[in-house]
């Protein structure tokens, strides 16, 4: 916000200096027949463009780390033994002998696994999107001419939605070593289902804070022309707060601290099986500011010498990076999840405005 407010006060506070400057290429003396000044109102509608960018995840288990496994169902190994692979018959068997009893294979006997996949992972075919939004619009614009125009665009920052793509799964494989690997050892491969970012509504909404500012050049000329087209080119700014994620998916990203969090603390096992750990894992969700061009096809049309109606369509080449992290007090960062917004907006405003 502090930074949105800076640039509109910079571009305010330009005016009076452009005002006097003295130039054969603009026309500053008052009695041309135009006005310096003119601001609209109007409806600002917003239509994201952007497709969704996939998330890259990455967790404090180093890849290749080893873990103690701990208590652990039997029925739990058995069902991530890596298909295909080699398992010592006894083993085997002991295994499917304390399934059969709903048995836990004890701390003593579970042994260790060197875990990998968990370091970091791409999510193909996951992201997030930007809903169309609309919102009140504000356009100012300062004359240097009849013709040149400098365009300051705001309006009521809107709650943007941003829907979720896809669903999201760790790839977890180990090498465990039960009972001290007297019976040889299991290749464990699985993908742990994380969150499903399409179940349960918006996946996040943050504010979005949009200002821009345009060079304009206006066809025509003023009491000669009540239809005037116009076009511009200049910068866009985004900045984004208020983020929220939707409470369904943090609920999902908690637990998934809470497997990483088992891992740390010597319970490989529970973190298959979805039990909590000891740790109080939090979910923070933040999004980077941006700068984008953006370009403008507009038009104006005089009803008297001071009353306008004003439409346009703008286009801004926009991206910026979200990232999720779930962090705990005791282990620090346990996840961290980011993603690029392609958002590239198309605008379309349409309002009524005053020149003075």
């Given at each position: 916000?502090?930074?949105?407010?800076?640039?509109v006060a910079t571009s305010i506070a330009a005016l009076p200096m452009?005002?006097?400057?003295?130039?054969?290429?603009?026309?500053?003396?008052?009695?041309?027949?135009?006005?310096?000044?003119?601001?609209?109102?109007?409806?600002?509608?917003?239509?994201?463009?952007?497709?969704?960018?996939?998330?890259?995840?990455?967790?404090?288990?180093?890849?290749?780390?080893?873990?103690?496994?701990?208590?652990?169902?039997?029925?739990?190994?058995?069902?991530?033994?890596?298909?295909?692979?080699?398992?010592?018959?006894?083993?085997?068997?002991?295994?499917?002998?304390?399934?059969?009893?709903?048995?836990?294979?004890?701390?003593?006997?579970?042994?260790?696994?060197?875990?990998?996949?968990?370091?970091?992972?791409?999510?193909?075919?996951?992201?997030?999107?930007?809903?169309?939004?609309?919102?009140?619009?504000?356009?100012?614009?300062?004359?240097?001419?009849?013709?040149?125009?400098?365009?300051?665009?705001?309006?009521?920052?809107?709650?943007?939605?941003?829907?979720?793509?896809?669903?999201?799964?760790?790839?977890?494989?180990?090498?465990?070593?039960?009972?001290?690997?007297?019976?040889?050892?299991?290749?464990?491969?699985?993908?742990?289902?994380?969150?499903?970012?399409?179940?349960?509504?918006?996946?996040?909404?943050?504010r979005a804070w949009t200002p821009a500012f345009e060079f304009q050049?206006?066809?025509?000329?003023?009491?000669?022309?009540?239809?005037?087209?116009?076009?511009?080119?200049?910068?866009m700014y985004a900045y984004f707060n208020e983020l929220e994620i939707?409470?369904?998916?943090?609920?999902?990203?908690?637990?998934?601290?809470?497997?990483?969090?088992?891992?740390?603390?010597?319970?490989?096992?529970?973190?298959?099986?979805?039990?909590?750990?000891?740790?109080?894992?939090?979910?923070?969700?933040?999004?980077?500011?941006?700068?984008?061009?953006?370009?403008?096809?507009?038009?104006?049309?005089?009803?008297?010498?001071?009353?306008?109606?004003?439409?346009?369509?703008?286009?801004?080449?926009?991206?910026?990076?979200?990232?999720?992290?779930?962090?705990?007090?005791?282990?620090?960062?346990?996840?961290?999840?980011?993603?690029?917004?392609?958002?590239?907006?198309?605008?379309?405003?349409?309002?009524?405005?005053?020149?003075?």
């Open positions: 916000m502090k930074k949105t407010l800076l640039c452009l005002t006097h400057a003295d130039s054969p290429y603009f026309s500053l003396q008052d009695g041309d027949g135009f006005k310096r000044f003119s601001v609209s109102v109007g409806a600002l509608h917003v239509m994201p463009q952007g497709k969704a960018q996939p998330f890259r995840v990455n967790t404090s288990v180093k890849e290749g780390e080893t873990a103690k496994v701990g208590d652990i169902e039997a029925q739990t190994v058995l069902d991530n033994i890596k298909p295909g692979s080699s398992v010592n018959p006894l083993l085997k068997a002991t295994l499917d002998g304390l399934a059969l009893i709903n048995a836990d294979v004890p701390s003593a006997l579970s042994g260790t696994a060197e875990i990998r996949g968990l370091s970091q992972w791409d999510n193909p075919g996951t992201g997030l999107e930007a809903d169309d939004v609309t919102t009140l619009g504000i356009m100012t614009n300062y004359f240097f001419t009849d013709n040149i125009s400098f365009e300051m665009k705001a309006g009521i920052p809107p709650k943007v939605d941003l829907q979720g793509k896809g669903k999201i799964y760790a790839p977890f494989s180990a090498t465990a070593t039960p009972m001290g690997g007297a019976l040889g050892n299991l290749e464990l491969e699985n993908d742990i289902f994380i969150t499903d970012l399409e179940a349960h509504g918006p996946a996040a909404s943050a050049y206006h066809f025509g000329k003023t009491g000669v022309n009540k239809f005037r087209p116009y076009i511009g080119v200049g910068m939707n409470p369904q998916t943090e609920k999902d990203l908690i637990a998934a601290g809470h497997m990483i969090a088992n891992i740390k603390e010597g319970n490989a096992g529970a973190s298959l099986e979805g039990k909590k750990s000891s740790a109080n894992p939090k979910v923070k969700l933040e999004a980077t500011d941006a700068f984008a061009p953006i370009a403008t096809v507009g038009f104006t049309y005089d009803f008297n010498d001071k009353w306008f109606a004003v439409g346009s369509v703008s286009y801004a080449h926009l991206k910026n990076e979200t990232t999720i992290t779930v962090k705990d007090a005791t282990h620090g960062e346990l996840i961290k999840s980011t993603a690029d917004i392609e958002i590239n907006p198309i605008l379309a405003y349409a309002g009524v405005g005053y020149r003075f």
